[in-house]
């Protein structure tokens, strides 16, 4: 066991844990933020996805040692109050059937935004591809990109919105 330092949604925080522990069990078992999900373990669906220096990455096989220093975001510090735009194109549009891979699926349409302001059907097709959804709502998930990046103009990286607070 050592002590793993890094910055989680904006705050320093410390653990102490064996440095190859998945970043997703010590996020839900160790810090409890259960929003990031388990989907498949294999880094196949995007439910456990976060971002770790403002890149989307899967944290079910990501040796928690690996993020020591650096910056991981999770769906509870993406925005306050859900409201960053995404958050709330993804109400307005209703996109949730059952909801379970919907943190992964917002945190990867944050950081295409974050990264392309306005982005072409294909762009959202090739950044949202390895995120599932077993419901099929991915019409909806691309309603409400299109409506994020239509209402903001641009979307901040949530890092650097958080930086703000």
């Known amino acids: 066991m050592s002590s793993i330092q890094f910055k989680l949604n904006n705050h320093p925080v410390a653990v102490n844990v064996d440095g190859q522990t998945p970043l997703l069990w010590v996020l839900r078992d160790t810090l409890g933020l259960t929003g990031t999900k388990y989907g498949c373990g294999v880094l196949q669906c995007g439910a456990c996805t976060v971002h770790i220096d403002d890149e ?52 990867a349409a944050a950081a295409l935004l974050a990264k392309n302001p306005s982005p072409s059907d294909r762009d959202i097709e090739l950044a949202m591809r390895g995120n599932l959804c077993r419901c099929g709502t991915y019409r909806r998930i691309r309603r409400a990109i299109r409506r994020a990046a239509s209402a903001s103009g641009a979307a901040a990286s949530p890092t650097a919105q958080n930086r703000g607070q």
């Not at 909801?99 to 699926?105: D, L």
């Open 56 to 107: 989307p990455t899967r944290s079910c096989q990501l040796a928690i040692e690996t993020v020591a220093g650096k910056r991981v975001t999770t769906i509870e510090g993406l925005a306050e109050h859900r409201s960053h735009p995404i958050q709330q194109a993804w109400i307005a549009e209703q996109v949730p059937q059952c909801g379970y891979c919907q943190s992964g699926q917002i945190m």
